[in-house]
């Protein structure tokens, strides 16, 4: 009998309701014992438990090594923070290279003409 993860369990609750599923009614929990009593619907073809994103670590039927396999692929692509903080500080270092060097030579200059 199948564990239902979903981010609207209300919802999921209703419409098996509304196909006849005797939800959160005390009815006898033959193969998911473990499943709350409000999250328990009963079928005439079996039994389904239905979780919310919040009570997904209660469910018994996903293994945490289950669990991480599936982290990866829930995450966004973020974009590298390090390439834009690279390129500024690669930015930044040439221009105060380039400063320091025009300085180096005004001042050396200036001490020619001045001894």
Do not use: N
Not at 28 to 37: E, F, G, I
């Amino acid at each position: 009998m199948p564990e239902q993860l979903t981010k609207h369990p209300e919802a999921t609750l209703e419409v098996l309701r509304s196909a006849g599923a005797k939800c959160a009614e005390g009815a006898p929990q033959d193969m998911l014992t473990s499943c709350p009593t409000e999250r328990f619907c009963k079928l005439p073809g079996g039994e389904i438990c239905v979780f919310g994103l919040s009570d997904a670590s209660k469910m018994t039927q996903i293994t945490a090594t289950e669990w991480r396999a599936l982290l990866p692929s829930a995450l966004p692509e973020s974009p590298s923070t390090s390439q834009p903080f690279m390129s500024e500080a690669l930015l930044s270092g040439g221009l105060g290279l380039l400063a320091g060097v025009a300085i180096g030579l005004t001042v050396s200059h200036l001490r020619r003409r001045h001894p």
